[in-house]
């Protein structure tokens, strides 16, 4: 059974960091796509950041960009979320993703097969 389990949310002020990790078991995802999206309440799920399986390609929101840093290590089966400079607008439910169906751009949310259970960050003004 594949499993994606996520660690590292939390509640942080704004201007602080917080580090998203995702951790694979059941099977590797050394060869796939890995992605993080958000959710807040009442809004769709919005990409955030995707890396190709060797980290050679990351893509980002424009929102994040140059906040944000996306990472994997294959040998750990684990993505990660590096998240500086916070903003309240960062609030939201954080989800990773992973195995990007051949085709679909890495920033749609319906083109990964499997999906953590999500966490909180919040970010205080």
């Known amino acids: 059974q594949v499993q994606l389990v996520l660690s590292g949310g939390g509640l942080v002020q704004a201007g602080g960091s917080l580090r998203l990790s995702c951790a694979a078991s059941g099977r590797t995802f050394s060869r796939s796509f890995m992605g993080w999206f958000r959710q807040a309440p009442g809004k769709e799920r919005d990409f955030v950041a995707a890396?190709?399986?060797?980290?050679?390609?990351?893509y980002y929101a424009d929102s994040v960009k140059g906040r944000f840093t996306i990472s994997r290590d294959n040998a750990k089966n684990t993505v990660y979320l590096q998240m500086n400079s916070l903003k309240p607008e960062d609030t939201a439910v954080y989800y990773c993703?992973?195995?990007?169906?051949?085709?679909?751009?890495?920033?749609?949310?319906?083109?990964?097969?499997?999906w953590g259970q999500g966490t909180q960050v919040t970010v205080s003004s």
């Open positions: 993703a992973a195995e990007l169906r051949l085709g679909v751009p890495p920033d749609r949310h319906e083109g990964y097969i499997y």
């Open positions: 890396i190709s399986w060797n980290g050679a390609s990351t």
